[in-house]
């Protein structure tokens, strides 16, 4: 009932729509008007309606947007819906301050190589050699490559820690050295080199928070008062501030986070000490502005941060083709864009904007719901006929009994998971063996299947060489088919069947099997293992998750990471003993585990460390 009054409250407050200002230019108002009605999936078929920004709001309860959406190399129009929380009932104005999570990131950067255009830094240089407060510890991993601010701001560095949780305002708050090391109140671990510089992409939130002490060591002033004076004020950002927690001041024009499960942030929103990584207060047409300076900068237009030179290398591929410096790319048939998403807890983010065109779009909400912003994006590129980012339209075709029966099967997907095609109600789906839902599947064409959440093909062909049918993705528009899902024979089966099939023990030795068989297999790493498992429990799959986390303890016993991890999936099952009993292990092998201290003191239970 509270689900529903919420649900029937936002949509009531929809009427409480505003704009950058009294938008009277009939032709834009058609544009906006069908933007807000032409919400889609990745896919969509002939026939089927799109959705309103109001029924994709009540659907997932994303209580409040804002979104500028660019033209020219400007901000075409902006406008809010929705409420920044749901007992004061205020509604979402231009001027209310959003996380930007993640893409505080982009933003960082370009602070950054103002430096370097400045010369005060170099991108390829070590960064010891500029860090006075604090050093990256060495290790056997940097012995011929270094960490360098390129490798940094590409995630490249091999660099720890994907991302952080944030603090809540009531909590005690480490400052940047601590989080760097772990020490204090600090929730995250270590941020250190586990893998050679510049062997290979890796996400990393870390990375960034030593580049915010870099900065802060080099130019002698506070990430905020830096990224102030060389950024934000350059770009007329007037709503932006890097300060946490904000100034008293500003406390008033936030929005308050919600979480998934529509719950509300405690106190709000969290505090990030992680300023550079996820540490953004901002507005959507703020952002707009980091944006459009780069689409201007490569253009070669007058621009107030970075020159066009520099503009032009930050937008340029660094290490793979998809990553530059601070952004993500995107060649869609030499059409290019960059973007960055942000997820701080109650806060989704995403911008994305044509390399050279001058178009684009900034969406803010506070919720945790980035499937609705994919849509909102979608409809705008539609609108706007964005160039070779269009969502398709199909036409769905019936399927006959001889065509299921040929493909109907389970398909190996790699040495640990499966892909499954069956029917059910009439209806074709398809399933990956870890996934908790099944997913629709359907028939476009001669032996091509789409599935309305991925833009890729799926056929059904023989392996010229093997003669042996495979599930078989192709990309849009691309010939490129690679044989890599076999289908399996009466009686296979992957490692993690057993553990779907509730056999620990016949799971543990199957992968100790895959383990000695496969060294390298990334279902064997303790990386992939661990994020496997905090997966599994985001789905609500707690029991599987655990049955990985046991699995990682197993494999890597001396590790105190997989014994905190095992820990946390006990204690979301309500197993406070079990809990405890692995959060105590995790601390006999790292005492600096300050998590662990901490919710073992939350537990009543002494260390035994």
Known sequence: MRIILSLLLCCALLSCQQTTEKIDNPEILSEIEAVENGLRSPVSFEGNPFWTIEERMNHYGVPGVSIAVIKDFKV????????????????????????????????????????????????????????????????????????????????TAGLTIHGFPGYARTEEVPSIVQVLDAAGPTNTGKIRVDMPPGSRYRYSGGGYCIMQLLLEDVSGMSFPDLTKQTVLDPLGMTHSSYAQPLPDSWQAKTATGYLPDGSKV?????????????????????????????????????????????????????????????????????????????????????????????????????????????????????????????????????????????????????????????????????????????????????????????????????????????????????????????????????PFQYFVDEDYEGGLKAYQELQKQQPDSRWVQEGTLNSFGYELMGNDQIDLAISI???????????????????????????????????????????????????LKELGVMSSS
């Open 266 to 494: 405690e106190g709000q929103w969290h505090i990030y000490p992680e300023m550079a990584a996820a540490g953004l207060w901002t507005t959507a047409t703020d952002l707009a502005q980091a944006f459009i300076e780069l689409q201007k900068g490569v253009a070669g237009e007058e621009t107030q941060v970075l020159e066009p030179a520099m503009a032009q290398q930050m937008l340029k591929p660094y290490f793979e083709d998809f990553v530059g410096l601070g952004m993500f790319l995107e060649n869609n048939g030499e059409e290019w864009y960059f973007s960055h998403g942000g997820w701080d807890e109650g806060f989704s983010s995403e911008a994305i904007a044509h390399k050279t065109r001058g178009y684009g779009v900034v969406v803010l909400t506070n919720s945790n719901h980035p499937p609705f912003i994919s849509e909102l994006i979608r409809s705008v590129a539609a609108t706007y006929q964005w160039d070779n980012k269009q969502a398709p339209i199909y036409k769905a075709e019936e399927i006959t009994e001889d065509e299921l029966t040929r493909i109907e099967g389970k398909y190996q997907y790699d040495e640990d998971q499966h892909i499954e095609i069956f029917q059910e109600d009439d209806q074709m789906f398809f399933k990956y063996l870890k996934d908790k839902l099944p997913i629709p599947l359907t028939k476009i064409g001669d032996n091509e299947y789409i599935r309305p959440t991925r833009t890729n093909i799926i056929q059904f062909l023989e392996d010229p060489e093997t003669g042996v049918q495979h599930l078989v993705f192709r990309e849009e528009g691309s010939e490129k088919l690679t044989f890599d899902n076999p289908r399996m024979q009466a009686g296979e089966q992957v």
């Open 549 to 599: 986390f046991r699995l990682n303890v197993a494999l890597y016993p001396n590790s105190s990471n997989v014994y905190d991890s095992l820990g946390e999936a006990y204690l979301n099952n309500g197993d406070k003993a079990l809990a405890a009993k692995n959060y105590q292990k995790s601390l006999q092998l790292d005492p600096t585990n300050t998590t662990a201290l901490k919710v």
């Open 76 to 155: 075409h129009w902006s406008k809010t819906y929705g409420i920044v929380d749901r007992d004061t009932k205020k509604p979402v104005v231009e001027q209310t301050l959003f996380q930007a999570g993640s893409i505080s990131k982009p933003v960082a950067a370009m602070a950054m190589l103002r430096q370097v255009q400045e010369g005060k830094l170099d991108l390829e240089s070590e960064i010891n050699t500029y860090l006075k407060s604090w050093q990256l510890p060495d290790n056997e991993h940097q012995e011929t490559e270094k960490v360098t601010l390129g490798r940094i701001v590409s995630h």
